[in-house]
């Protein structure tokens, strides 16, 4: 692939399909002698050992690609990385911390996207806990990288409102991709950056785990939808029903009021509307356990769910 002539020495890290495009704009612009990712995974069903999207890009373009197990300790890594003689070097989703001897070998250090609004949400989720937690504005930012987990001075930040009914992987990618319009305007003028260290304090954003899609009928029916947008596309909303657990792949706030208990169904056409903590919400398609997508009418019809019966 053809490099900018003008453009920086730089080496990239990210293993996610979300890290491509900014890999991509890289390459537009840069030298980007080698490309860092997660080791090969198992996937599939015959957890058949597959590289990372970001490792299937840039392989498939004849980049140079690494896929140390670690970084730390990892002296043959260290020595390769210090013959590369790079201006800087750039992390998106990368998905580990990366030790200090690592972050004093480029001469302009590392810089890394990341989608909040540092210092809330530090860590490996932060658009989806932006969601859960209901904020209403969020941020992307470029920070450079130190030892701490998204400590870094900030060097460049884009603030917007959250749309009311953005989803996780729709704010993600509306954050990446203003982020690389900044990492583009940063990387031109490394020799002039302002960074404005970060408070120590922050929020973390941990990875989501299976139950966080659990939905909990006592929460209220906004805190409901707002942990319905972050969860997507995984975990994604659940319940548990008769022994056995539902996907909820779409549902909708209602600004009805509501006095039944949480979790009453209290209307099954069109779509199921349930009881919340405070105001109900309207399922609209689930998959039941071992079956196929269907609007919740269906799924209501079919299991003869009533109303006044108790969705948990």
Not at 119 to 142: D, F, H, M, S
Request: charged share 25%.
């Amino acid at each position: 692939m053809a490099s900018h002539s003008l453009g920086r020495r730089l080496a990239f890290f990210g293993s996610p399909a979300w890290a491509v495009p900014v890999l991509e704009a890289l390459c537009r612009h840069h030298q980007v002698v080698l490309v860092v990712t997660q080791p090969d995974k198992p996937a599939g069903r015959g957890l058949k050992l597959t590289p990372c999207p970001v490792a299937v890009w840039a392989e498939e373009r004849g980049l140079r690609v690494e896929k140390p197990p670690r970084l730390r300790k990892n002296p043959q890594f260290l020595s390769l990385f210090k013959e590369l003689a790079l201006e800087v070097a750039v992390t998106a989703a990368y998905g580990k911390i990366l030790p200090a001897e690592l972050l004093e070998v480029p001469r302009y250090g590392f810089l890394n996207l990341h989608p909040s609004d540092l210092p809330k949400y530090r860590g490996p989720a932060p658009v989806q806990w932006t969601l859960i937690n209901g904020e209403t504005e969020t941020a992307v930012c470029i920070m450079q990288t130190d030892v701490g987990m998204d400590t870094g001075p900030v060097v460049a930040r884009w603030r917007t409102p959250v749309g009311p009914d953005e989803t996780a992987p729709e704010l993600s990618e509306r954050l990446r991709d203003k982020g690389i319009e900044l990492l583009l305007a940063v990387l031109a003028d490394l020799e002039h950056l302002q960074p404005i260290p970060q408070p120590p304090e922050g929020t973390h954003a941990p990875m989501l785990q299976k139950d966080d899609g659990k939905i909990v009928w006592e929460r209220t029916a906004q805190e409901i939808y707002n942990r319905h947008r972050g969860v997507q596309p995984w975990p994604g909303s659940w319940l548990e029903f008769r022994g056995r657990r539902v996907r909820v792949l779409a549902l909708r706030k209602e600004e009805l009021p509501c006095a039944a208990p949480p979790a009453t169904v209290i209307r099954v056409a069109p779509g199921v509307t349930v009881a919340a903590g405070q105001g109900c919400v309207t399922l609209l398609e689930v998959q039941p356990e071992g079956k196929r997508p269907m609007s919740a009418a269906e799924w209501a019809r079919g299991a003869r769910i009533s109303v006044g019966e108790r969705l948990a």
